[in-house]
C-alpha cells in the first residue's frame, strides 16, 4: 500500500521569497506523482505530474517539482512566490502498475506575507 | 476547459433524512469520483465509477452510495444522513490514459448534518 506524506501542515513566507513544500511517499515500485493546488472555497486545481524521464518537471505559475527515488520525494518548489499563491498544496501518489486510485496527503497550507 | 458542476453547492440536513448531491461534467471523461474533505484528513475517496451504469467503492463507502447514470452525471447518496457525514465534498472527472489521470474537481459541497 502506498502513501503520502506532507510533513507540513502550515508553511509562511514573504512575497518574493523562495519556497519548498515537502512531499514523501512510501511505495517500492513505478508510481505516478501530482501536485495540487486549492484555494480557499474551492476545489482543487492540478499543477503538475511526474511519471519518468527528467526528473524536474514544470508546472503552471512557475511551479517545479523534483522526483527523487532515493528519498522518496517529490517535493514543490517556487523560485518567487506572488500573494495570489497563498493556498493548501496536495501531493498524490498513484502506483502506475495496478490501482488507478490516487491517494492525497493531508495537504499544506501555504501563506505569503506581502 | 475542463468543466465540473455540483449542486448544491450548501445543504443542511437533519440525522436520519435523505441527502442527494449531483455532480455534472462535460469532458467527456470515463471515470467520475466522489471524495470528502476533513480536517486533517485530506481528500478519502468515498465512490468512483468508471462510466454509465458502473459504480466502485472507495476507501470509505460505508453510509453512501452513488448512482452513474450517464456519462455526465454522477450522484452522492446519503440514505440516512449522520452528523458524522457532515464535510466538504467534492466530485471530480478524470480520463485515464496510459499511466496519467489527471483529475479536473468541481467547487465542492459544504454539507451540515444537524
Known amino acids: 500500500t502506498q502513501t503520502v506524506s506532507q510533513s507540513d501542515a502550515h508553511v509562511t513566507v514573504f512575497e518574493g521569497d523562495s519556497v519548498e513544500l515537502r512531499c514523501n511517499y512510501s511505495y517500492g515500485g513505478s508510481i505516478y506523482l501530482s501536485w495540487y493546488i486549492q484555494h480557499h472555497g474551492h476545489g482543487l486545481q492540478f499543477l503538475l505530474k511526474?511519471?519518468?524521464?527528467?526528473?524536474v518537471v514544470q508546472g503552471v505559475n512557475g511551479f517545479e517539482a523534483e522526483f527523487s527515488k532515493s528519498d522518496s520525494s517529490f517535493h514543490l518548489r517556487k523560485a518567487s512566490v506572488h500573494w495570489s499563491d497563498s493556498a493548501v498544496y496536495f501531493c498524490a501518489v498513484r502506483e502506475s502498475s495496478g490501482s488507478w486510485q490516487l491517494i492525497f496527503g493531508s495537504g499544506t497550507q501555504l501563506t505569503v506575507m506581502p | 476547459e475542463a468543466a465540473v458542476t455540483q449542486s448544491p453547492r450548501n445543504k443542511v440536513a437533519v440525522t436520519g433524512g435523505k441527502v442527494t448531491l449531483s455532480c455534472n461534467q462535460t469532458n467527456n471523461h470515463n471515470n467520475m469520483y466522489w471524495y470528502r474533505q476533513d480536517t486533517g484528513h485530506g481528500l478519502r475517496l468515498i465512490h468512483y465509477?468508471?462510466?454509465?451504469?458502473?459504480?466502485e467503492k472507495g476507501d470509505i463507502p460505508d453510509g453512501y452510495k452513488a448512482s452513474r447514470p450517464s456519462q455526465e452525471n454522477f450522484s452522492l447518496i446519503l440514505e440516512l444522513a449522520t452528523p458524522s457525514q457532515t464535510s466538504v465534498y467534492f466530485c471530480?472527472?478524470?480520463?485515464?490514459?496510459?499511466?496519467?489521470?489527471?483529475?479536473?474537481f468541481g467547487p465542492g459541497t459544504r454539507l451540515l448534518v444537524l
Open positions: 465509477s468508471y462510466g454509465a451504469g458502473s459504480t
Open positions: 511526474y511519471y519518468s524521464g527528467n526528473p
Open positions: 471530480a472527472s478524470g480520463d485515464l490514459t496510459g499511466f496519467q489521470d489527471t483529475q479536473y
